[in-house]
């Protein structure tokens, strides 16, 4: 036998042991109590493992927006007083029925704008409160990291550029120490900088999928004087949290991620209670206070809640299918969907180290769950190759560059055996080097 044989068949034999797994998978499946959630989703391809860029279309979900569509069509104008619920409370009905996710209470949390919308006005809110609070001289600027969705910063940016200050030097960065991750000693200790007046983080970072610790990145904040906010982006759904037993100041999240409300979802955002008399730097009418908006005073008043960082009119068919949405993930429990996405990363961490370690693949997401949001990043050196020819098995994954497949496995429609098949097709597609017939533009060549 010579070497090369030797390697085939210890690639065999690893072969059938992933398939003999299989029979596991399905017995954790049997046992999983959220099972029965996979069939109200209509998924578009047999294994969809994109969810952290775009939820699927649940029952719910179509039912609320074609009720929405419904009462347009028989009510008309009248749909925004006598609609069920009315089109004009939808943004705080929706905050009320959000609050729970994200541990806050009603009146801290609304539904509305984009999520880029929503920083732009609470980094610009609290940039002036800031500055408000310290004088005009102190310009302080925000603490941000350098493995943030690019969004935030341009947001940033802009904001500071409005307030005469360089972002070049009042945004302040912190670094990476292996690419992937951003450890919670340097963010504490960039806050030592007199300079910073607002620490802005992601709860999970897009591209690695690192889980960060709110609590302790706030209280530090705090001890220092300084303003503690979160991108929620890619947890509210599929992790608790405590925003207001923690103290956190603002936070804000899309809906269209684990939320499943649709491409282009209204956005959601969070102030705590002790912020309500600050004046939100993007007024706008829907922020207005409700009991007076139909006056039309042409002075700002602003609503008495987190609904004064409302901007324009709700978009209600962007809207109206969260209220379906939502009615699912509170039914399932979000400490119900943590521990099944716990123990759906946790397995798909295991298959790789088992089967894919020695195809070339790693691991890029923390291994310990208390720092792993809901996706695991798998890298190897074709990954834009890999991730198209798993699409056209109907594996929906997505290729963050440079190196990078990001794998969500979500609680309420994935099970352990859709896992399983997506780590069996990856031995395939490496062994077999389908990618090969890809180019680096992703085309079939």
């Given amino acids: ?30 046992a999983d109590p959220l099972s029965d959630y996979r069939d109200q989703f209509d998924l578009p391809d047999a294994y969809y493992m994109d969810g952290n860029s775009l939820g699927p279309i649940s029952d719910a979900a179509e039912a609320s927006l074609q009720r929405a569509v419904d009462q347009w069509r028989e009510q008309g104008i009248r749909g925004w007083t006598e609609a069920d619920p009315p089109w004009f409370w939808y943004g705080e009905r929706l905050g009320e029925e959000l609050a729970p996710l994200v541990g806050a209470d009603p009146a801290e949390v609304v539904v509305g704008n984009s999520t880029t919308i929503n920083i732009h006005t609470l980094i610009g809110t609290f940039l002036d409160a800031v500055e408000r609070r310290d004088g005009p001289t102190a310009d302080r600027g925000v603490l941000v990291n350098d493995l943030d969705f690019p969004t935030d910063h341009y947001a940033i940016r802009a904001q500071l550029r409005q307030r005469g200050l360089d972002p070049d030097e009042h945004l302040h960065l912190v670094e990476s120490r292996d690419g992937r991750t951003i450890e919670t000693d340097d963010i504490v200790a960039a ?56 103290g956190v100041d603002f936070a804000v999240w899309c809906g269209y ?58 978009p209600v068919f962007s809207a109206a299918p969260l209220f379906g949405a939502l009615e699912t993930v509170n039914d399932a429990g979000i400490d119900a969907i943590r521990e099944k996405s716990i123990g759906l990363t946790g397995y798909l961490i295991d298959l790789v180290d088992e089967h894919l370690t020695d195809r070339g693949v790693t691991i890029g997401t923390p291994r310990d769950p208390d720092r792993r949001g809901g996706h695991v990043a798998l890298e190897h050196p074709e990954a834009m190759r890999i991730s198209e020819a798993l699409r056209d098995r109907e594996i929906v994954v997505d290729f963050r560059p440079p190196n990078v ?41």
């Fill in 405 to 445: 497949i990001r794998v969500a496995p979500v609680p309420l429609y994935t099970g352990y055996e859709d896992v399983h098949a997506v780590v069996e097709t990856l031995a395939e597609i490496i062994d077999e080097k389908r990618y090969e017939r890809y180019d680096p533009a992703g085309d079939v060549t």
């Fill in 191 to 246: 806050m030592d900088d007199e300079d910073v007046g607002i620490v802005f983080m992601p709860s999970v970072l897009y591209r690695s999928g690192q889980l960060f610790d709110v609590e302790r990145i706030t209280e530090a904040a705090h001890d220092r004087g300084i303003l503690a906010g979160f991108d929620l982006a890619h947890s509210v759904g599929v992790v608790p949290h405590a925003l207001s037993d923690v």
């Fill in 257 to 314: 991620k684990y939320l499943n409300a649709g491409p282009g979802a209204v956005a959601g955002l969070y102030v705590n209670e002790r912020h309500f008399e600050t004046t939100p730097a993007l007024a706008g009418w829907w922020g207005h206070d409700k009991e007076t908006q139909f006056e039309m005073n042409l002075e700002f008043t602003p609503a008495a809640d987190a609904g004064a960082w409302q901007a324009g009119t709700i």
């Fill in 1 to 30: 036998m010579t070497e090369h044989d030797g390697a085939t068949d210890g690639r065999a034999d690893a072969n059938r042991e992933l398939d003999a797994g299989r029979s596991d998978a399905r017995e954790r499946d049997e």
